[in-house]
């Protein structure tokens, strides 16, 4: 299984960026996809999730209305489009995803908010 995360970089607050996670080893369009993200000196927590065939997501309450996650199970891809970002979503965003009771994640892709 593998996961690579791309996308991140600096941007200006009320800014967009779209964030990509490359999977492969698994059957991509058979499980459900999630994206994390860890502040500095901060848990790492729980930002967007989707279903396998992307019928069903969920947000967390500090991104919903701002933040749209998707996927394309044809190319193996799922996304993150984070839209009015603010400072307080400076982050590491990583890809996750659980199979057969592993938990596999990216390495992450750094996204810095700031003015």
């Known amino acids: 299984v593998q996961l690579v995360e791309s996308g991140g970089g600096l941007v200006r607050p009320g800014g967009s960026l779209r964030l990509s996670c490359a999977a492969s080893g698994f059957t991509f369009s058979s499980y459900a996809m999630s994206w994390y993200r860890q502040a500095p000196g901060s848990e790492r927590e729980l930002v967007a999730s989707i279903s396998s065939a992307g019928g069903s997501t969920n947000y967390a309450n500090s991104v919903k209305g701002r933040f749209t996650i998707s996927r394309d199970n044809t190319k193996n891809t799922v996304y993150l489009q984070m839209n009015s970002l603010k400072p307080e979503d400076t982050a590491v965003y990583y890809c996750?995803?659980?199979?057969?009771?592993?938990?596999?994640w990216g390495k992450g892709t750094l996204v810095t908010v700031s003015s």
């Open positions: 996750y995803a659980w199979i057969g009771r592993v938990s596999y």
